[in-house]
């Protein structure tokens, strides 16, 4: 059974798909709402640890999936149109989502999320020719399928599109799309180095 809350502003709601299965831990679910029509929809058995949400405009969305285990700040900045989609069974150790220009950040399902993580779709400031003036770092959207390990400290800038079954290593930057999954990505920019992989999940040590 869904259960909607309003929150502040003109025309913004929380959505619980059950509310009675979430579970809140330390500051659980915080909303900071500068917009009107914004929705925040959170599925089944959710665990949310210190998730701040903060909208900066109008119409965007934020998505948390059931049987996500989640800490993250989500900024939907000053152009509307924003989302935030977060599929089921994914985790997350701490990070942020920087989301603007009406963009969206996409992450699949089951996937892991290390800690100190930032996923970045728009720079905020321009960067232009100097003769021409036109503005060269647009805006894009981060797609990351089904089933991406991301390690800790890593950064996902615009335009980035991870397949499923991959892995970011550590303190990588990806900024670009790859077409191929099953593959390791690391290093400053990220590359591909290693293919034909699969990871677990399971904790070793």
């Known amino acids: 059974m869904f259960e909607e809350l309003k929150i502040t502003g003109d025309n913004n709601c929380l959505v619980f798909e059950d509310k009675d299965t979430v579970k809140f831990i ?8 500068n917009g009107k029509n914004n929705i ?5 058995n959710a665990i949310l640890n210190n998730v701040i949400i903060n909208f900066g405009s109008d119409n965007n969305v934020v998505e948390i999936g059931s049987n996500t285990n989640l800490t993250f700040t989500a900024i939907l ?6 989302k935030v989609l977060i599929g089921n069974k994914t985790t997350m150790g701490g990070g942020s989502f920087i989301c603007g ?3 969206t950040i996409k992450i699949g399902e089951d996937c892991m999320l290390a800690w100190g993580l930032e996923f970045r779709s728009t720079d905020s400031h321009a960067i232009v020719d100097r003769q021409t003036r036109e503005r060269l770092n647009k805006a894009k959207d981060i797609i990351i399928e089904d089933h991406v390990w991301i ?3 890593s950064i996902i800038l615009k335009g980035t599109h991870i397949k499923k079954d991959s892995v970011v290593s550590i303190r ?34």
């Open 151 to 153: 390690g800790a400290h």
């Open 77 to 82: 900045k000053i152009v509307p149109n924003n």
């Open 172 to 205: 990588s930057v990806v900024a670009k799309p790859f077409n191929e999954g099953g593959v390791v990505i690391g290093g400053v920019p990220g590359k591909i180095i290693k293919t034909n992989i699969d990871w677990e999940r399971p904790l070793l040590g």
């Open 26 to 33: 330390n500051k659980g679910l915080t909303i900071n709402n």
């Open 40 to 44: 925040v929809r959170v599925g089944k």
């Open 101 to 103: 220009e009406g963009t």
